[in-house]
């Protein structure tokens, strides 16, 4: 019996620490919000528990955790605020990511941005790193039900393409953005940003994975591995 063929796979990427180094900004945009309600000790390793996660969802933990009486929306526009502030000075591309969307876009792949970050913070990365050239649709958590680890960025990121999921491949820094991934249908390739999270089963569940993070990250390989049709 022959396997029925899809196209040539679409590719939708993660933003932050996928794209774009951007944890650093969203750590100190988190940690001077924090500190407006009284948290002076949010470190570094308090952050890197929700990397990959929405920054709503994160804030609400937060909340909960700190005992702020401040409403989830009223923490979610100040965060967004500070972030955007650090964002437009001072973003930076991994060279090989630069290199994979350029190379795909010379190609003619569709390419998207599936994001847990706020729209007006996709859009400001994108205009400031001069990505926006390459990648003009881009879906923001806040545009969908529910954020990462549920499907609704990819399937929706995907929808506006106007291709089928199933011929999707994701890049994600993140294990709950692999979740999403596979929630979607979809194949992943996964580029972990926090090293304490490399052997944890999700990552390895990705259709190719590269262990070492962004060191170890090629758009070459990448390339090579995508088939002209699955």
Same mark, same amino acid.
């Given at each position: 019996?022959?396997?029925?063929?899809?196209?040539?796979?679409?590719?939708?990427?993660?933003?932050?620490?996928?794209?774009?180094?951007?944890?650093?900004?969203?750590?100190?945009?988190?940690?001077?919000?924090?500190?407006?309600?009284?948290?002076?000790?949010?470190?570094?390793?308090?952050?890197?528990?929700?990397?990959?996660?929405?920054?709503?969802?994160?804030?609400?933990?937060?909340?909960?955790?700190?005992?702020?009486?401040?409403?989830?929306?009223?923490?979610?526009?100040?965060?967004?605020?500070?972030?955007?502030?650090?964002?437009?000075?001072? *973003?930076?591309? +991994?060279? &090989?990511?630069?290199? #994979?969307?350029?190379?795909?876009? %010379?190609?003619?792949?569709?390419? !998207? =941005?599936?994001?847990?970050?706020?729209?007006?913070?996709?859009?400001?990365?994108?205009?400031?790193?001069?990505?926006?050239?390459?990648?003009?649709?881009?879906?923001?958590?806040?545009?969908?039900?529910?954020?990462?680890?549920?499907?609704?960025?990819?399937?929706?990121?995907?929808?506006?393409?106007?291709?089928?999921?199933?011929?999707?491949?994701?890049?994600?820094?993140?294990?709950?953005?692999?979740?999403?991934?596979?929630?979607?249908?979809?194949?992943?390739?996964?580029?972990?940003?926090?090293?304490?999270?490399?052997? *944890?089963?999700? +990552?390895? &569940?990705?259709?190719? #994975?590269?262990?070492?993070?962004? %060191?170890?990250?090629?758009?070459? !390989? =990448?390339?090579?591995?995508?088939?002209?049709?699955?």
């Amino acid at each position: 019996m022959e396997i029925p063929r899809v196209p040539a796979p679409s590719v939708l990427f993660d933003l932050d620490g996928t794209l774009v180094d951007s944890e650093p900004n969203y750590y100190e945009a988190g940690r001077r919000l924090l500190t407006r309600y009284g948290v002076r000790d949010f470190s570094w390793e308090d952050h890197t528990r929700f990397i990959g996660i929405g920054t709503r969802e994160t804030l609400t933990v937060l909340r909960a955790e700190y005992g702020i009486e401040a409403p989830v929306d009223e923490l979610l526009a100040g965060k967004n605020a500070l972030y955007l502030e650090l964002a437009g000075t001072s *973003t930076t591309v +991994f060279p &090989e990511m630069r290199t #994979l969307v350029e190379q795909l876009h %010379g190609r003619g792949v569709p390419m !998207a =941005v599936a994001s847990g970050s706020s729209r007006a913070a996709i859009a400001a990365t994108l205009a400031v790193t001069g990505l926006e050239a390459y990648l003009p649709v881009y879906v923001s958590a806040e545009e969908v039900a529910q954020g990462k680890p549920a499907p609704d960025v990819f399937l929706e990121a995907a929808r506006r393409l106007g291709v089928e999921p199933g011929s999707c491949v994701v890049l994600e820094d993140a294990v709950p953005g692999v979740v999403a991934a596979h929630a979607a249908g979809m194949r992943c390739v996964a580029v972990p940003y926090a090293r304490a999270a490399e052997e *944890t089963a999700a +990552f390895g &569940e990705a259709e190719l #994975l590269f262990p070492g993070g962004q %060191g170890e990250f090629t758009a070459a !390989a =990448v390339l090579d591995w995508l088939p002209t049709e699955w």
